[in-house]
């Protein structure tokens, strides 16, 4: 598998249900020709947080659509915001007048991945980034990992060998270890451990209010988020003293000549993980689903693996060169990320007032 094609497209995918994180003008309210979205804003500060996340949050979405259609507003994680959930509002906004809008998320993962995050930046740093982590994922940056992402494969099989398990759970460990490879190389092995506990701990809180008090989930995530990035200096005081040169992501952010601070790369790196880690795992999910559920497909991605296996040693690991054997994998690669729901919801912020389907949705100034 081309795990750089995937990385890559999967950060580009096709979205389900897109989120507006429009925040709304109060004082401007009066003023205004066209009303806002239909929908309710719930309690003070709170909003409909809970009614959101303590259910499925699909009951949330339909529940509020029946009501209101596909386009309303209410008020979740701290952010007013207009949800829409339709192709043609999908197409409004990631088409039409993609220029009226920018990726954003809630202040709460903003706190958690870090403002120097490329997901919070436009302009010359964002494609400075943006430039550094394509390089990273280069077909000869990752060439040489290809025996080491087998090995984690197969060390994952072994490990569900004769139990049942929780398929996407499972997509998402096995994702987190591939990642941390392509991030640190080698260097993973010392600080797996580590690092997996705090982003565990992290990741608990994404969807937690951003009250920063002693036991909520909120303040757990950020001291988890502190040692994350202590354990992040760590290795990036011993790569400086190293002096030695690395293909990997971490290597990339560290070029003399880009001119990174730690900061800027402890966020970068965060930001990375959780920008790969669920929507790798997602897309694998489901296309262990479709081949299920695809017997004559199945058999024919097996036979096109059985293949490649038949030509080599025992023992000997795959190569750069054998994914590229691989047309028909490839193929259901690409056929499941066009047509299966890689997220549930994405955010989006309006740069300025946008008007849709008769409604004013503004930008709090």
């Given at each position: ?17 897109y ?37 499925d ?56 991945l ?27 940056s ?45 260097d993973?092995?010392?600080?797996r451990?580590?690092?997996?506990r ?26 988890a988020?502190?040692?994350?990035s ?12 190293n002096g030695?040169?690395?293909n ?6 560290m ?31 489901w ?32 190569t750069?060169?054998?994914?590229k ?16 729901s ?16 008769g ?7």
């Amino acid at each position: 598998m081309d795990f750089s094609a995937l990385f890559l497209t999967l950060l580009a995918g096709s979205l389900f249900l897109y989120f507006l994180r429009c925040l709304i003008s109060q004082r401007r309210l009066g003023s205004s020709k066209l009303p806002l979205p239909p929908g309710t804003m719930g309690w003070p500060y709170v909003g409909e947080t809970f009614q959101l996340y303590s259910q499925d949050p699909n009951v949330f979405f339909q529940t509020k659509q029946k009501r209101y259609g596909s386009v309303f507003k209410t008020h979740v994680l701290g952010c007013p915001c207009v949800m829409i959930s339709s192709p043609e509002a999908a197409k409004f906004v990631l088409v039409t007048k993609s220029h009226l809008f920018k990726p954003t998320f809630p202040a709460s993962k903003e706190r958690m991945l870090g403002k120097q995050a490329i997901f919070f930046h436009q302009g010359d740093y964002h494609a400075k980034l943006r430039k550094l982590v394509l390089r990273a994922f280069m077909p000869e940056s990752i060439r040489n990992m290809v025996p080491d992402i087998e090995s984690i494969a197969q060390d994952s099989l072994r490990i569900w060998e004769g139990t049942m398990i929780n398929t996407y759970q499972e997509m998402k460990t096995y994702t987190f270890n591939v990642a941390l490879l392509s991030i640190f190389g080698k260097d993973e092995v010392l600080y797996r451990e580590d690092l997996k506990r705090c982003y565990y701990i992290l990741e608990k809180g994404y969807n937690s209010m951003p009250v920063n008090l002693p036991g909520t989930l909120f303040h757990k995530s950020m001291k988890a988020r502190k040692e994350l990035s202590q354990i992040l200096a760590r290795i990036l005081s011993e790569r400086r003293q190293n002096g030695s040169s690395h293909n990997d992501l971490l290597g990339s952010f560290m070029g003399d000549k880009e001119e990174l601070t730690d900061e800027q790369i402890a966020d970068n790196i965060i930001g990375v993980i959780f920008a790969a880690r669920d929507t790798t795992a997602s897309v694998m999910s489901w296309i262990l689903k479709y081949l299920a559920e695809n017997p004559n497909v199945l058999e024919a991605v097996t036979e096109e693996q059985m293949a490649i296996r038949k030509d080599k040693e025992e023992g000997e690991s795959l190569t750069w060169g054998d994914t590229k054997k691989m047309p028909l994998t490839s193929r259901v690669i690409q056929e499941t990320l066009r047509v299966a729901s890689i997220l549930s919801f994405t955010f989006r912020e309006a740069v300025e007032d946008v008007e849709y389907e008769g409604t004013n949705i503004r930008l709090n100034r």
